[in-house]
T-cell receptor
Framework: NAGVTQTPKFRVLKTGQSMTLLCAQD?????MYWYRQDPGMGLRLIHY???????AKGEVPDGYNVSRLKKQNFLLGLESAAPSQTSVYFC?????????????FGQGTRLTVV | DAKTTQPNSMESNEEEPVHLPCNHS???????IHWYRQLPSQGPEYVIH???SNVNNRMASLAIAEDRKSSTLILHRATLRDAAVYYC??????????FGGGTRLMVKP
């Protein structure tokens, strides 16, 4: 049982390049999330999904797109990377949030945009 | 947006108890209180949650004030592996998990 797996773990991009971060979960969770964490800061929600085929914006969605074509996968895309998107990206998943539900996080993807 | 307030950092000695406080000044009646922690270079992990009563699990205890405006995460015997950033959150069915700055716990040998 792998839990939440993020691919890749590290990446360096040049400004203007594009890339896709993959999040996969094997817990049959409905909800999935993408967060970013800048140095010394808490996590900020980028986008989330409450089910296959659905996505919604979080706190800081600009510059990112997401897709949830399969229940177990949640993709985060950067179409034209900028240095301000240098951060650590965390994916998480959970059953529908009702206050009692816990979320499970991946190990993170460290992205540097130069 | 229901936010919480925590001290930026705390220190503890190894094998001593640690009490991590959190203020929930804007908590609503249906919000559960959640605690997560983030070990260095890892994603956050769930620690414990509660609504009104104190809660215990294998990782920690959670003490909730009667008016629910504050909570305390209790680590009964801190170890070096407990050094992490601890986050408290107000959480209900209507919102996503929102993380504040958390408390950085340093454990001295």
């Amino acid at each position: 049982n792998a839990g939440v797996t993020q691919t890749p773990k590290f990446r360096v991009l040049k400004t203007g390049q594009s890339m896709t971060l993959l999040c996969a979960q094997d817990m049959n969770h409905e909800y999935m999330y993408w967060y970013r964490q800048d140095p010394g800061m808490g996590l900020r929600l980028i986008h989330y999904s409450v089910g296959e085929g659905t996505t919604a914006k979080g706190e800081v969605p600009d510059g990112y797109n997401v897709s949830r074509l399969k229940k177990q996968n949640f993709l985060l895309g950067l179409e034209s990377a900028a240095p301000s998107q240098t951060s650590v990206y965390f994916c998480a998943s959970s059953y529908p949030l009702d206050g009692r539900t816990e979320a499970f996080f991946g190990q993170g993807t460290r992205l540097t945009v130069v | 947006d229901a936010k919480t307030t925590q001290p930026n950092s705390m220190e503890s000695n190894e094998e001593e108890p640690v009490h991590l406080p959190c203020n929930h000044s804007t908590i609503s009646g249906t919000d559960y209180i959640h605690w997560y922690r983030q070990l260095p270079s890892q994603g956050p992990e769930y620690v414990i949650h509660g609504l009104t009563s104190n809660v215990n699990n294998r990782m920690a205890s959670l003490a909730i004030a009667e008016d629910r405006k504050s909570s305390t995460l209790i680590l009964h015997r801190a170890t070096l592996r407990d050094a992490a950033v601890y986050y408290c959150l107000n959480h209900n069915a209507g919102n996503m998990l929102t993380f504040g700055g958390g408390t950085r716990l340093m454990v001295k040998p």
